[in-house]
């Protein structure tokens, strides 16, 4: 087939193939289909494709481009390759001959700005086109350190084998978790979802996590000034400093500055409606209540640290703390961790006999620190 005179299109013709024998054969009919490509090229709508993740690190949305031939009438074959370190990038085209549409989209996020090429390739060879893709990857956000106090009674600094907690910014990477998952066998996690706490070079152990506030049970590490900081994925922050003191002490809180109490059997001590829907009983004259609080400092004999306190021993407070009721001593029965529990203390004490009805002003006193001030007890007779 001489092509060199004929116009781009698609040509059928009839050929006869006659033998010449000396009985004489019949004439044999085929027929030839062929196209004749012509000048056209490979064009595409755009020659650079940009992305950047997702809200929270997603993968994004796929996106488009359209490839037809330079004269835009000429069909033309070809095919689809992608390219990138790291096997980020897909491409697609449907269907494979112009006019056609080429997806394209990211499969995985590279850590950093990245760049990947898709290359379209005429079926025959005889042209190509290249689309650049570039990948931004988002401004990484170090956590950012602004409090860091008791997480009951809310005093600045911190205190050994106490709940603490950290305020502040980027504090994990858009991640809100509790570390219920995270435990091995009795042994407080030392991280949740990539997510760890640092005081004085140990561990802490993290309780609560969230963009703006981590709750963590401090280590077991001395007393003065402390540096803290929240490692997340993303890095870690600058040093916060901070008082390590041997106690704190304060009681959890509920609602309306009432602390967390119970009665004998470890039903809420608490002013009715406290809790809407709940029913709660306030204590009562000459009654013991149980007070649930942390920060109360070393124990006879020290509880193992790192890991949930031990059933089969008591881990009592050395001295008996003093404890005031409306500016009225108590009777302080006991004062030790609580038993498979973390930083946990419980008082109990006797309510005196004739405290009249109302709320009460409640004090603690640890080795001659107070707990903080503004806590009211309901007490009904």
Same mark, same amino acid.
């Given at each position: 087939?001489?092509?060199?005179?004929?116009?781009?299109?698609?040509?059928?013709?009839?050929?006869?193939?006659?033998?010449?024998? @000396?009985?004489?054969?019949?004439? $044999?009919?085929?027929?030839?289909?062929? +196209?004749?490509?012509?000048?056209?090229?490979?064009?595409?709508?755009?020659?650079?494709?940009?992305?950047?993740?997702?809200?929270?690190?997603?993968?994004?949305?796929?996106?488009?481009?359209?490839?037809?031939?330079?004269?835009?009438? *000429?069909?033309?074959?070809?095919? $689809?390759?992608? #390219?990138?370190?790291?096997?980020?990038?897909?491409?697609? /085209? !449907?269907?494979?001959?112009?006019?056609? *549409?080429?997806?394209?989209?990211? +499969?995985?996020?590279?850590?950093?700005?990245?760049?990947?090429?898709?290359?379209?390739?005429?079926?025959?060879? /005889?042209?190509?086109?290249?689309?650049?893709?570039?990948?931004? /990857?988002?401004?990484?956000?170090?956590?950012?350190? *602004?409090?860091?106090?008791?997480? %009951?009674?809310?005093?600045?600094?911190?205190?050994?084998?106490?709940?603490?907690?950290?305020?502040?910014?980027?504090?994990?990477?858009?991640? *809100?978790?509790?570390?219920?998952?995270?435990?091995?066998?009795?042994?407080?996690?030392?991280?949740?979802?990539?997510?760890?706490?640092?005081?004085?070079?140990?561990?802490?152990?993290?309780?609560?996590?969230?963009?703006?506030?981590?709750?963590?049970?401090?280590?077991?590490?001395?007393?003065?000034?402390?540096?803290?900081?929240?490692?997340?994925?993303?890095?870690?922050?600058?040093?916060?400093?901070?008082?390590?003191?041997? $106690?704190?002490?304060?009681?959890?809180?509920?609602?309306?500055?009432?602390?967390?109490?119970?009665?004998?059997?470890?039903?809420?001590?608490?002013?009715?409606?406290?809790?809407?829907?709940?029913?709660?009983?306030?204590?009562?004259?000459?009654?013991?209540?149980?007070?649930?609080?942390?920060?109360?400092?070393?124990?006879?004999?020290?509880?193992? @640290?790192? $890991?949930?306190? @031990?059933?089969?021993?008591?881990? !009592?407070?050395?001295?008996?703390?003093?404890?005031?009721?409306?500016?009225?001593?108590?009777?302080?029965?006991? %004062?030790?961790?609580? !038993?498979?529990?973390?930083?946990?203390?419980?008082?109990?004490?006797?309510?005196?006999? #004739?405290?009249?009805?109302?709320?009460?002003?409640?004090?603690?006193?640890?080795?001659?620190?107070?707990?903080?001030?503004?806590?009211?007890?309901?007490?009904?007779?």
């Amino acid at each position: 087939v001489d092509a060199s005179s004929l116009q781009p299109g698609a040509y059928k013709e009839d050929a006869a193939i006659t033998l010449h024998c @000396p009985a004489g054969c019949p004439s $044999v009919g085929v027929s030839v289909t062929f +196209t004749v490509m012509g000048s056209a090229t490979l064009a595409l709508s755009t020659s650079t494709l940009s992305f950047t993740s997702g809200p929270n690190n997603t993968l994004p949305a796929a996106q488009t481009a359209q490839i037809t031939a330079s004269d835009n009438t *000429t069909p033309i074959s070809f095919t $689809v390759n992608a #390219s990138s370190t790291g096997n980020w990038l897909k491409a697609t /085209a !449907n269907p494979l001959t112009t006019p056609a *549409t080429l997806t394209v989209s990211l +499969t995985s996020l590279p850590a950093q700005d990245s760049s990947g090429t898709v290359t379209i390739q005429q079926a025959n060879g /005889a042209s190509s086109a290249v689309i650049t893709v570039n990948y931004k /990857a988002p401004a990484v956000t170090l956590p950012v350190i *602004t409090k860091v106090f008791n997480a %009951a009674g809310y005093q600045p600094g911190l205190t050994p084998g106490t709940f603490i907690t950290i305020q502040g910014s980027n504090l994990t990477p858009g991640v *809100t978790d509790v570390w219920d998952k995270f435990f091995v066998s009795n042994q407080l996690p030392t991280a949740i979802d990539g997510v760890s706490v640092t005081i004085g070079g140990k561990l802490a152990s993290p309780s609560y996590i969230s963009p703006t506030q981590i709750n963590a049970v401090a280590p077991d590490i001395g007393l003065g000034s402390m540096s803290v900081t929240v490692t997340t994925p993303n890095g870690a922050s600058a040093p916060f400093s901070t008082v390590s003191t041997q $106690v704190s002490p304060a009681f959890f809180p509920f609602p309306n500055n009432q602390p967390v109490a119970t009665h004998g059997d470890y039903s809420l001590a608490a002013k009715n409606g406290t809790f809407p829907g709940t029913t709660t009983i306030p204590a009562k004259p000459g009654e013991f209540i149980i007070l649930w609080g942390t920060g109360f400092g070393p124990t006879s004999p020290p509880a193992p @640290p790192g $890991v949930e306190v @031990p059933f089969g021993q008591i881990y !009592n407070l050395p001295i008996l703390p003093v404890l005031t009721l409306n500016y009225q001593p108590c009777l302080v029965y006991g %004062a030790a961790l609580v !038993n498979g529990g973390a930083a946990e203390y419980q008082v109990s004490f006797q309510v005196p006999a #004739s405290m009249q009805n109302g709320d009460w002003p409640l004090t603690v006193l640890v080795n001659g620190v107070a707990s903080p001030t503004g806590v009211l007890l309901t007490i009904h007779n």
